[in-house]
């Protein structure tokens, strides 16, 4: 229990009592960090060190377009210092939570803000927005780390030594993971460097390494694809060199899709990680490295 220090003052003409705490109580204490998926939970974690107690909205294994909050969230964002977001539509039915959960004067950031997002494309004859997946990019990763780093030292200036040292650690070894990427995922052929998935996610990924996202099901993973665009899709993967197709863990009913799909094309399915961490991939680098093998097994 921390110390008070009391002094007299005099207002009015009056003796009042005022309860000073001894100690900053946001210094003296864990920063309490909540965030909407488990991705940027790990960012606010390796910045933050012993220093924060980061909690995510959306749990490990869950698909961040379907999951539902409940009391519990509300109740995690009540006692919250700071609230970390992707933004640029991916999480933003969990901003009105996060905004009337929170108290008075918690900060809300989105980290995506700021970077450029790829421009609107066309699929099955239909305008679609961008894709909100910035961080399969190292780095746009990189670029969430700062601003995380920037928020957690506005927020305690104290700690801003301990928060810019564990930022640099982490960087340099984001930009260590970025070179990985680049020099192996180049040993992939060029014919063969064609991404076929369940939805939207990997637009980011693709641009920054050298691939083409050229078809997926779904732009949004709760819609269901119609028969017209699975056949389209069996025809397209059929005519790959390397006959392979992604789903991605948190897609229950996408995953079945795409298993009819490659028994229709005679081709394999693979795993890529996009919307969430999990037990057995519990860091963003675990989890660049994870896909970074699959992509080579997949089409090397």
Not at 37 to 60: C, T, W
Not at 109 to 121: D, K, M
Not at 145 to 172: C, G, H, K, M, W
Request: proline share 6%; with cysteine; net charge negative.
């Amino acid at each position: 229990m921390k110390k008070k220090a009391y002094r007299l003052l005099l207002v009015g003409g009056a003796v009042c009592l005022l309860a000073l705490w001894s100690a900053s109580s946001l210094e003296a204490r864990q920063l309490q960090v909540v965030t909407t998926f488990s991705i940027l939970q790990d960012f606010v974690q390796q910045v933050g060190g012993r220093e924060v107690a980061v909690h995510a909205l959306v749990p490990l294994g869950a698909d961040p377009h379907t999951w539902e909050p409940s009391p519990r969230e509300a109740g995690l964002v009540a006692k919250a210092d700071l609230l970390v977001a992707n933004g640029a539509a991916f999480d933003d039915w969990l901003l009105p939570v996060m905004r009337s959960a929170a108290g008075p004067h918690v900060s809300l950031i989105l980290a995506s803000e700021g970077l450029s997002l790829l421009e609107a494309h066309t699929h099955h004859g239909h305008t679609h927005a961008h894709d909100p997946h910035l961080w399969l990019s190292v780095p746009n990763a990189v670029a969430y780390v700062e601003r995380i780093t920037q928020a957690l030292q506005e927020l305690s200036p104290d700690r801003a030594d301990y928060f810019a040292e564990n930022a640099a650690r982490y960087i340099q070894e984001l930009w260590a993971l970025d070179g990985r990427l680049a020099a192996e995922l180049a040993e992939i052929p060029p014919e063969n460097r064609i991404i076929v998935t369940y939805h939207n996610a990997f637009s980011y990924l693709a641009e920054r390494y050298g691939f083409e996202v050229v078809e997926f099901l779904v732009h949004n993973p709760e819609a269901e694809p119609n028969p017209r665009d699975l056949g389209r899709l069996v025809e397209l993967v059929k005519q790959l060199e390397k006959p392979a197709v992604f789903t991605e863990p948190q897609l229950n009913s996408g995953t079945r899709y795409i298993q009819a799909l490659a028994q229709e094309a005679g081709a394999q399915v693979f795993t890529l990680y996009s919307d969430s961490l999990s037990e057995a991939v519990p860091t963003y680098v675990e989890m660049m490295e994870y896909n970074l093998q699959v992509l080579l097994e997949a089409l090397q």
